[in-house]
């Protein structure tokens, strides 16, 4: 997980969007606070800073591809 944390801050996103919960099948009730939980927390945080309204993905990410996915440029 912290490795995927670093990949987003050198990405331009916060490490707050990712986390990773380990949940019973039988904990339906911390599975829906927690969904709860961390979608606020990613609301708060604001809209992802890499998404262009015309959908391409904004600037291109150093040892990544621009652009919609699925398409070559």
Known sequence: ?????ELLDQIGLEPE?????NLSAA???EFA???????E??????PNPLHTPNGTGGEEIPGGRAGK?????
């Open 27 to 29: 904990m339906a009730g």
């Open 33 to 39: 606070a927690r969904a709860t939980e961390m979608s």
């Open 17 to 21: 969007r990712v986390r990773m919960v």
């Open 1 to 5: 997980m912290e490795r995927l944390k």
């Open 69 to 73: 996915a699925g398409t070559q440029e």
């Open 41 to 46: 927390q990613v609301s708060a945080l604001g």
